[in-house]
């Protein structure tokens, strides 16, 4: 069976004034008046940047956007996700993922819930995916999963449950786990250059302001593999807090509608804990 696993991802946007106040040249009788002038102007009003540009609002402007976005939208996706990754990449963070794929009938075909727990650098991480295919067109082999996996710098441990046996459990090294933190960004950046986007608010979240974006106005008909519909929380450091998005593809040649979301929560506070089976798991070292 053929899957395809797209998600849209809508990223925030903020728009800086551009005019300054004019200062008449009688005003300026020296270099040491004109830059009190300019100051003392720009301290009495509420504009922006004028036209060479104001260096703190410039500084401003470099904080709240992140590489990757403009005024305009997603101009290079490939450097908002690195952003994205380099802020995470040094603190502690969890996130779940909800993928599921219905018919156009509203029928459930599967679902998959996916959280994962990551220490800075990825040192230590905790992934569990649980999924449910009962509804497929055809026998899958596989109607009810549940994978987990805990790995350090060099080894993992796995646990592997199917159609509710007991568990499985399996030693490995780290590159042989079936599952990582990884995974998101590949579904991030797959998202991202998919669909336009435009800023509809802001959202203040633990006394940080998120940039609220959605799905433009639509300009014809749905597209496969495009996001029909979808919104997500951006901060200005650019990691993407949350998302949410709709799109239509096929499974097994049949239309399906794909519905993602995503969310990164407990950023620099997350623990990531050896699973109670590990003493089991490290007893079998099977490569299978």
């Not at 046996?165 to 590159?175: I, K, N, S, Y």
């Not at 302001?209 to 996001?227: D, N, Q």
């Not at 399906?256 to 109670?276: A, C, H, K, N, Y």
Request: no cysteine.
């Amino acid at each position: 069976m053929t899957r395809i696993l797209l998600a849209v991802v809508a990223l925030g946007l903020l728009a800086s004034g551009a005019l300054s106040p004019a200062v008449g040249a009688e005003r300026i009788a020296s270099a040491e008046s004109a830059s009190a002038t300019g100051a003392d102007a720009l301290a009495s009003t509420d504009l922006g940047v004028g036209p060479a540009g104001d260096a703190r609002t410039n500084q401003a402007n470099e904080t709240e956007f992140p590489p990757g976005l403009n005024e305009s939208g997603v101009t290079d996706p490939l450097a908002l996700v690195e952003r994205h990754r380099a802020t995470l990449r040094d603190t502690s963070y969890a996130t779940s993922t909800s993928v599921t794929f219905r018919r156009p009938n509203g029928t459930l075909v599967s679902e998959t819930e996916t959280t994962a727990r990551v220490a800075p650098d990825g040192e230590l991480f905790y992934v569990a995916s649980t999924g449910s295919e009962t509804n497929a067109t055809r026998p899958l082999g596989v109607d009810h999963y549940r994978i987990e996996a805990w790995a350090n710098a060099t080894d993992a441990v796995v646990a592997d449950t199917f159609r509710g046996d007991d568990p499985q459990f399996r030693h490995v090294a780290r590159e042989d786990a079936p599952l990582g933190p990884d995974t998101n960004w590949e579904l991030l950046y797959s998202a991202l250059g998919t669909a336009e986007t435009e800023l509809v608010g802001t959202v203040e979240r633990d006394g940080e302001t998120l940039y609220k974006v959605a799905s433009g106005s639509p300009t014809g008909e749905a597209v496969l593999g495009e996001a029909s519909d979808f919104s997500a929380l951006v901060g200005p450091d650019g990691v993407v807090h949350s998302f949410q998005t709709t799109q239509r593809s096929t499974l097994d040649g049949e239309p399906v509608l794909v519905s993602t979301t995503m969310q990164v929560t407990q950023v620099g506070t997350t623990t990531v804990e050896r699973p109670d089976w590990y003493d089991r798991a490290v007893g079998n070292a099977s490569t299978r």
